[in-house]
């Protein structure tokens, strides 16, 4: 079965459904320094020693730049790169490298910016807008504007009758001082965490795309499980190809579109219709958000607002990516009997022959967690992991980065962060005003207010308003507005400040299951040739057991077992019955155990199911009597 030389060009663009410029000639070559370069400052900026807000403003400058002569203005704008591009890019230039010519005296005037300070601030906000617009659309962008017109405002709001949201008001200078000359807006928290351990990943994963990690996982997982004489066998392979591409990916929409270019074919021979084969696929993708060690963008911001290392960010995510991922086996292994699919034969070497091969694909990884257990900082974890990968291709001549090769995965790396760098910049102005205002408290105290203090009320409109917040705008960008806006609502009611910021992650990856933002399932749709919105439906349904886990972990002190953050006693029971309401939920949802279930039986299991999610020994007992019933049902009926 043939495979792509590489997948390493999806990661152009992780977060966004907006086409790159495909240039020519000297601007290609310039693009290609520029990005190959961004990496390669990421890389020294490990082992050297730059000043943080010196690395910071370096960091946004070069991403601008290379935005604006990447992303194009305008679709009809595409073949080219247009005199206002550069114009940009200069007025990119001029506006960031004042903070670094003038540092010394830049970083102590922020309460009393001169003129220069906040026409050069202002020419930086529209450029960080400017280029969001370009990479993940114009909604966060005009959501920023919104958030500064707040802080501008707040004391009118009482005027209208909005009291409750009003504040004393800023003015333009304490709102550009607070955005361009601290560490509080734009080159904030957001921006710091995607100039380090997300760029750094992000060429990490580059580097093991352009080697062929890419092809190896999925020839791999279709040895290993695609020969199965079920007609799962093919959905089964691409879910657990989603699961190895995803550690290495982070970004659901690239290993989506990886995932289709390959084992599209395979689907449509067992049978799987085209919306179905591209749900299966986008779910699959999906779960690359929540795969460690990679993870999506947003994972890395945990580590950096909870203060923690991001090895505890893994150690989190375990459970409830297995419990993903067992959600779209079993939603699979219930569609596949209701759709009498059948196994296709795959043609790839045994699992010990490529294992044998190019097992060696598996060490860049196991390497990250070893170091990261040993003590090592992240950055130097995935610093020496990447050395790794490049030493490690020279063994099959066929993946060997030489210095052309190399030169490609770094330029991949360095556009690959780009959509982030924005997003995330955005993000920082929308953190600097929700801070300065005091918004975020206000929010979360309305929360608790409407759910009267009920912690199981309050998670759920935590859940309603991340998830209304992932329809405007990509993963990280949600997680970021949320961390400052809702999980203190969380923590107010008594959910542990780690236990809120994971479901608040878990909640944005919603996004990218949700209109208008659903690019994995569109993505996949455009490979199949089936509806959108259907193919945006079934990928709901594939995953909504999963997103059901993070109230586990959240209504109930035991539930932080689900998160690793428990006595072992705890970690086993909450584990093991969430494990087995994933399984109730895929049948109450899939309809399916030996044969087609009955409403009273699919009933029966999704209840149970709910209620192994409400970790109490009470609600354990109840929803395990209530699946075994109505498995019992359904034996007896079907035997």
Same mark, same amino acid.
């Given at each position: 079965?043939?495979?792509?030389?590489?997948?390493?060009?999806?990661?152009?663009?992780?977060?966004?459904?907006?086409?790159?410029?495909?240039?020519?000639?000297?601007?290609?070559? %310039?693009?290609?320094?520029?990005?190959?370069?961004?990496?390669?400052?990421?890389?020294?900026? @490990? +082992?050297?020693?730059?000043?943080?807000?010196?690395? /910071?403003?370096?960091?946004? %400058?070069?991403?601008?730049?290379?935005?604006?002569?990447? *992303?194009?203005?305008?679709?009809?704008?595409?073949?080219?790169?247009?005199?206002?591009?550069?114009?940009?890019?200069?007025?990119?230039?001029?506006?960031?490298?004042?903070?670094?010519?003038?540092?010394?005296?830049?970083?102590?005037?922020?309460?009393?910016?001169?003129? +220069?300070?906040?026409?050069?601030?202002?020419?930086?906000?529209?450029?960080?807008?400017?280029?969001?617009?370009?990479? @993940?659309?114009?909604?966060?962008?005009?959501?920023? +504007?919104?958030?500064?017109?707040?802080?501008?405002?707040?004391?009118?709001?009482?005027?209208?009758?909005?009291?409750?949201?009003?504040?004393?008001?800023?003015?333009?200078?304490?709102?550009?001082?607070?955005?361009?000359?601290?560490?509080?807006?734009?080159?904030?928290? $957001?921006?710091? +965490?995607?100039?380090?351990?997300?760029?750094?990943?992000?060429?990490?994963?580059?580097?093991?795309?352009?080697?062929?990690?890419?092809?190896?996982?999925?020839?791999?997982?279709?040895?290993?499980?695609?020969?199965?004489?079920?007609?799962?066998?093919?959905?089964?392979?691409?879910?657990?190809?989603?699961?190895?591409?995803?550690?290495?990916?982070?970004?659901?929409?690239?290993?989506?579109?990886?995932?289709?270019?390959?084992?599209?074919?395979?689907? /449509?021979?067992?049978?799987? =219709?085209?919306?179905?084969?591209?749900?299966?696929?986008?779910?699959?993708?999906? !779960?690359?958000?929540?795969?460690?060690?990679?993870?999506?963008?947003?994972?890395?911001?945990?580590?950096?607002?909870?203060?923690?290392?991001?090895?505890?960010?893994?150690?989190?995510?375990?459970?409830?990516?297995?419990?993903?991922?067992?959600?779209?086996?079993?939603?699979?292994?219930?569609?596949?009997? /209701?759709?009498?699919?059948?196994?296709?034969?795959?043609?790839?070497?045994?699992? !010990?022959?490529?294992?044998?091969?190019? !097992?060696?694909? *598996?060490?860049?990884?196991? =390497?990250?967690?070893?170091?990261? @257990?040993?003590?090592?900082?992240?950055?130097?974890?995935?610093?020496?992991?990447?050395? %790794?990968?490049?030493?490690?291709? *020279?063994?099959?001549?066929?993946?060997?980065?030489?210095?052309?090769?190399?030169?490609?995965? %770094?330029?991949?790396?360095?556009?690959?962060?780009?959509? @982030?760098?924005?997003?995330?910049?955005?993000?920082?102005?929308?953190?600097?005003?929700?801070?300065?205002?005091?918004?975020?408290?206000?929010?979360?105290?309305?929360?608790?207010?409407?759910?009267?203090?009920?912690?199981?009320?309050?998670?759920?409109?935590?859940?309603?308003?991340?998830?209304?917040?992932?329809?405007?705008?990509?993963?990280?960008?949600?997680?970021?507005?949320?961390?400052?806006?809702?999980?203190?609502?969380?923590?107010?009611?008594?959910?542990?400040?780690?236990?809120?910021?994971?479901?608040?992650?878990?909640?944005?990856?919603?996004?990218?299951?949700?209109?208008?933002?659903?690019?994995?399932?569109?993505?996949?749709?455009?490979?199949?040739?089936?509806?959108?919105?259907?193919?945006?439906?079934?990928?709901?349904?594939?995953?909504? $057991?999963?997103?059901?886990?993070?109230?586990?972990?959240?209504?109930?002190?035991?539930?932080?077992?689900?998160?690793?953050?428990?006595?072992?006693?705890?970690?086993?029971?909450?584990?093991?019955?969430?494990?087995?309401?994933? =399984?109730?939920?895929?049948?109450?949802?899939?309809?399916?155990?030996?044969?087609?279930?009955?409403?009273?039986?699919?009933?029966?299991?999704?209840?149970?199911?709910?209620?192994?999610?409400?970790?109490?020994?009470?609600?354990?007992?109840?929803?395990?009597?209530?699946?075994?019933?109505?498995?019992?049902?359904?034996?007896?009926?079907?035997?």
């Amino acid at each position: 079965m043939t495979t792509p030389d590489s997948p390493a060009e999806v990661y152009d663009d992780p977060e966004a459904d907006v086409p790159t410029r495909k240039l020519q000639g000297w601007t290609a070559t %310039l693009v290609t320094i520029l990005s190959a370069g961004l990496s390669l400052y990421a890389l020294y900026w @490990v +082992v050297g020693i730059v000043q943080p807000q010196i690395y /910071r403003v370096s960091f946004l %400058l070069l991403t601008l730049v290379l935005t604006f002569l990447v *992303f194009p203005a305008h679709p009809r704008w595409r073949p080219r790169v247009m005199w206002l591009d550069w114009a940009l890019g200069a007025a990119a230039i001029a506006a960031l490298a004042w903070p670094v010519i003038d540092f010394d005296q830049f970083v102590y005037r922020a309460a009393t910016p001169l003129t +220069v300070d906040l026409v050069l601030g202002a020419v930086t906000t529209v450029l960080v807008l400017e280029a969001t617009r370009r990479t @993940v659309g114009p909604i966060l962008p005009v959501t920023a +504007v919104a958030f500064l017109l707040y802080g501008y405002y707040g004391p009118y709001l009482e005027l209208v009758g909005l009291e409750l949201f009003a504040h004393r008001g800023y003015d333009a200078a304490r709102l550009l001082g607070t955005l361009y000359m601290t560490l509080e807006g734009i080159f904030g928290v $957001p921006l710091n +965490v995607c100039a380090t351990f997300i760029i750094l990943f992000t060429i990490f994963g580059a580097i093991l795309a352009k080697s062929g990690a890419g092809p190896f996982f999925i020839n791999w997982t279709m040895a290993a499980f695609g020969r199965s004489e079920s007609g799962a066998g093919p959905g089964r392979t691409v879910t657990l190809s989603g699961f190895l591409l995803g550690t290495v990916s982070g970004s659901g929409v690239a290993t989506t579109v990886t995932l289709g270019a390959v084992v599209w074919p395979l689907l /449509r021979r067992a049978g799987f =219709s085209a919306e179905i084969g591209g749900g299966i696929l986008s779910a699959s993708g999906i !779960g690359a958000i929540m795969a460690p060690p990679m993870m999506g963008a947003a994972a890395f911001l945990i580590a950096e607002f909870l203060q923690i290392t991001y090895l505890q960010v893994i150690i989190m995510a375990i459970v409830p990516a297995v419990l993903y991922y067992l959600s779209i086996v079993l939603m699979i292994e219930a569609d596949s009997r /209701r759709l009498g699919t059948k196994a296709v034969t795959v043609d790839v070497p045994s699992v !010990g022959e490529l294992t044998r091969r190019y !097992g060696y694909q *598996f060490l860049p990884l196991i =390497s990250i967690v070893v170091l990261l @257990v040993s003590g090592m900082t992240p950055f130097r974890a995935v610093f020496l992991s990447t050395l %790794l990968a490049v030493g490690l291709s *020279f063994i099959r001549r066929e993946n060997a980065l030489w210095p052309r090769r190399l030169l490609e995965a %770094l330029e991949a790396g360095g556009r690959g962060v780009l959509s @982030v760098a924005a997003t995330t910049a955005t993000a920082g102005i929308i953190v600097g005003v929700v801070t300065l205002t005091g918004l975020g408290l206000k929010l979360s105290g309305i929360i608790v207010d409407l759910a009267g203090g009920n912690i199981f009320l309050t998670v759920v409109y935590a859940a309603v308003a991340v998830w209304m917040l992932g329809l405007a705008v990509p993963v990280t960008a949600s997680y970021i507005i949320a961390a400052v806006m809702i999980a203190p609502a969380l923590t107010l009611v008594g959910v542990p400040d780690f236990a809120a910021h994971m479901f608040i992650f878990y909640y944005a990856v919603l996004s990218e299951v949700s209109p208008p933002t659903a690019l994995s399932p569109f993505a996949a749709a455009a490979i199949t040739g089936g509806n959108p919105f259907r193919t945006m439906m079934l990928t709901w349904k594939y995953t909504l $057991p999963a997103f059901l886990v993070p109230f586990a972990f959240t209504v109930s002190p035991e539930g932080a077992g689900v998160l690793l953050q428990a006595p072992l006693g705890d970690i086993v029971r909450t584990v093991g019955t969430a494990a087995i309401g994933v =399984s109730a939920l895929a049948m109450g949802l899939g309809g399916w155990l030996r044969q087609a279930a009955n409403p009273v039986e699919r009933v029966a299991a999704v209840a149970g199911g709910l209620l192994l999610f409400y970790a109490t020994t009470v609600t354990d007992i109840m929803g395990l009597v209530l699946f075994g019933a109505a498995i019992a049902l359904h034996l007896v009926r079907t035997r």
